[in-house]
């Protein structure tokens, strides 16, 4: 039963962790052994919390970037609309149709890489760009 209840120090272990604090800063605060924290970590009742409390701050940061959303589709919308540059207009435009067609947009890279690895051309890409604003608008 004792190994189901985060110690005070366990807890304070996880908040620096958090917080970003290396081992040996941790052992030092705390006033334990590296092996300690070590230990500590290993216990699943610490990773389990340490997960935990991640996954809030995940929750939180999401529901900060959600209520500012409007706000960034439309920066987006004008760097779409950015003639001046032409890899930033791409690469906006490419991002919102993904989202829009339902293709994973987990980042939006340069895609206009000069070796052309993908074997795509920027020009192409372009002409099916115009298109695609021609047919849908």
Known sequence: ???????????TLVSLLIEG???????????????TIYSWMNKDIVKAELDKRK???????NRLIMKDMAIYIDNIKVLANDKSDKRV?????????????????????????????NGTDVLELEA???????KYK
């Open 89 to 117: 207009c791409l690469a906006a435009n490419q991002y919102l149709l993904n989202r829009v067609m339902g293709v994973p947009t987990a980042s939006i890279g340069d895609s206009t890489q000069d070796d052309n690895s």
């Open 55 to 61: 996954q809030e701050l995940s929750r939180q940061g």
């Open 128 to 134: 099916e760009l115009k298109k695609f604003k021609v």
């Open 1 to 11: 039963m004792k190994d189901d209840i985060l110690t005070t120090k366990e807890s």
């Open 21 to 35: 604090l290396n081992i040996t800063d941790i052992a030092k605060q705390l006033k334990v052994t590296r092996n």
